[in-house]
């Protein structure tokens, strides 16, 4: 993954726990990078170790820390180093959602070897959908609901995710029902 991940990782763990907690899951992780290139592609290999030593050291579920990752990615990275697209991606909740089908496809021009996910929106209502997820990738929905509730925080409308289909359950891809409490 492009090295804005696991920046990312680092961001949180330093906001949250501090340098030395942060250099401590570096050492378990066995990751000797120094400095992450945000538009350098790393091996996903890095970014799977790093939130599994997070999980150790901070005794925490690696889902939990995953999910506590999808929040940080919207409410701090995204908005903070990539808000053109957050912007042109939607003003509600809704909408953005209506368009994170194609997000990270407009991506892929400024960065040629991301591996995105793949989402599909369906049965589309005024206060709900149906959020497919695929990827080549294991162990990531988690992830994508901690995105959903940084997402509903960012746009200020509360959201409930239930994942109704799991690919690590024998499913062929994940499903998760969106609810949203406000139209605006
Ligand atoms: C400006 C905002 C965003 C940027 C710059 C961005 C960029 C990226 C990048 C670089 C990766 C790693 C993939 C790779 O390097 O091959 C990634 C992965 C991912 N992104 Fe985004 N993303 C953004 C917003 C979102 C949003 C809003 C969602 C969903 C609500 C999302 C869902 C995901 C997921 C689930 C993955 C994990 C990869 C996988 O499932 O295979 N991203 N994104």
Redesign the pocket.
Same mark, same amino acid.
């Given at each position: /993954?492009?090295g #804005?991940?696991n920046k990312a990782v680092e961001d949180m763990v330093i906001l949250k726990h501090g340098e030395v907690v942060w250099e401590q899951i570096k050492a378990k992780a066995g990751v000797e990078v120094d400095v992450f290139m945000s538009n350098e $592609?790393y091996a996903d290999d890095i970014t799977y170790k790093l939130v599994g030593a997070a999980s150790q050291v901070l005794q925490v579920a690696t889902e939990q820390i995953l999910m506590e990752f999808?929040e940080h990615?919207?409410l701090y990275? %995204?908005k903070d180093?990539?808000g053109g !697209? #957050?912007t042109a %991606?939607g003003k509600t909740l809704p909408e +953005?959602m209506r368009n !994170?089908p194609n +997000?990270?496809s407009r /991506?892929t021009m400024v +960065?040629p070897? &991301?591996?995105?996910?793949h989402?599909e929106c369906t049965e589309i209502r005024e206060r709900s959908l149906k959020l497919h997820?695929h $990827?080549?990738?294991q162990g &990531?929905a988690p992830?994508?609901v901690g995105? /959903?509730r940084g &997402?509903g925080k960012k746009f200020n409308t509360p959201v409930t995710i239930l994942q109704t289909a799991i690919k690590s359950q024998g499913a062929d891809h994940d499903i998760f029902e969106v609810t949203w409490t406000t139209t605006s």
């Open positions: /993954m492009y #804005m991940v $592609s999808g990615w919207v990275t %995204a180093g990539y !697209l #957050m %991606a +953005f !994170l +997000f990270h /991506m +960065f070897k &991301l591996q995105p996910p989402f997820y $990827s080549h990738r &990531l992830f994508v995105l /959903m &997402l």
